[in-house]
């Protein structure tokens, strides 16, 4: 997938490709948990996404995960890399007011396989907070439900389900797959029902967990 | 025999319009001598205030004067119950949440993640109830994270009851949540 950028994002994605060689200024100290020899290059991922005001934390986290998981240097190089371009276009898909939790969970959906034509469509669609549709388009692709089905239903309830109600829709989608049932059947038949159960009276909380 | 008045007057007047010579240390010693004087009674200043609060004074106070003073009392009043009242700054909105993993032969697990740097040292989970289940809480702001489970330092195992995280950089598995809001 080759998403679709506006001008302003194409001088930050050359930055973020070509910032492999550059010399970091200023490296975060977690990073010295990376090999020596790939630290600069992670280092300087880390400042362009910063310099074109990008969350940087999710770049740090990213590699360290390699880094825990003994991933190889190139490995973790082209992860970080990767995730920052993602980030780019999540930022120019949801606009330059998106937070960092929904840049991250945009760059998941991307990286889904949502178009960002969808994430643009949730922005006009929702009011609040994007993180958790997002994230739940993402998940959904992850458990096997097609990207389209996915995104139909998540824009379906995004206008007016609370978050909760999307993690429950979530849930119901999953037990369903985890059943028997066809992804995109379950998909669309949990739409139907959390759209009816939408906005039908405060709910309890929910316990947290993920 | 008298001299005649004008003749007195007119010698006084030419005796005074001559120079008189000064000593040039005259300056001089008159100032030490002001110097050396003791100086009147006056302590520091705290002493000044202190005594001038015990005074009585008088004051007087137009009826507008005295109606401006209340308004300004009132407003002040004011001010301070409603800062009171005001409800804190609001920060992001974190949320504790529970990962649980149902592991018997286990013999140390540590929960990894986005929210700890990936640091096996940082979040041990505790062997909680039955042998088998091992627990940790974590507090979350709003955002989307990988975690994984880190079993007796060698074993990667995501969370069965959370959604996978795709991940086709580093193959172990790892699980995703997300916390809500954070707009």
Known sequence: MTPALSRGALPLLAAILVAGPMAAQQTDPRLERLEAAIRPAVAALVDSARAAMLPTEPLVQRALEGATKHASGDVIVAAVRRLAVDLAHARDALGSTASPAELTAGAAALRAGASPTILAQLRQTRRQPLTMPLAVLADLVASGVPVDSAAAAVLALAARARDADLVEFRRAVERDIALGAPPAAATAAAATLSSVQVNAGARQQRPGRP | ?183
Not at chain 2, 16 to 26: G, K, M, R
Not at chain 2, 106 to 116: M, P, Y
Not at chain 2, 117 to 136: F, H, K, Q
């Open chain 2, 1 to 183: 025999m008298f001299e005649h008045p004008d003749d007195s007057v007119d010698r006084a007047a030419r005796q005074l319009q001559q120079p008189v010579d000064i000593d040039p240390a005259l300056d001089g010693r008159v100032m030490r001598e002001i110097t050396a004087l003791p100086a009147p009674g006056r302590g520091t200043w705290l002493g000044e205030v202190w005594r001038w609060l015990r005074r009585p004074h008088q004051v007087t106070l137009t009826p507008l004067g005295a109606l401006a003073t209340a308004a300004a009392l009132g407003v002040v009043v004011l001010l301070s119950w409603m800062s009171s009242k005001s409800p804190a700054p609001r920060q992001a909105a974190s949320r504790t949440f529970q990962f649980v993993l149902v592991a018997p032969r286990a013999t140390r697990v540590s929960l990894v993640g986005d929210f700890n740097d990936w640091d096996p040292t940082r979040t041990p989970m505790d062997r909680t109830g039955s042998e088998a289940l091992w627990t940790a809480v974590v507090p979350l702001a709003p955002g989307r994270y990988h975690y994984a489970f880190f079993v007796d330092g060698s074993r990667w195992l995501a969370d069965p009851s959370a959604p996978v995280a795709r991940d086709e950089d580093y193959g172990a598995p790892s699980s995703v949540v997300t916390v809500g809001g954070g707009s």
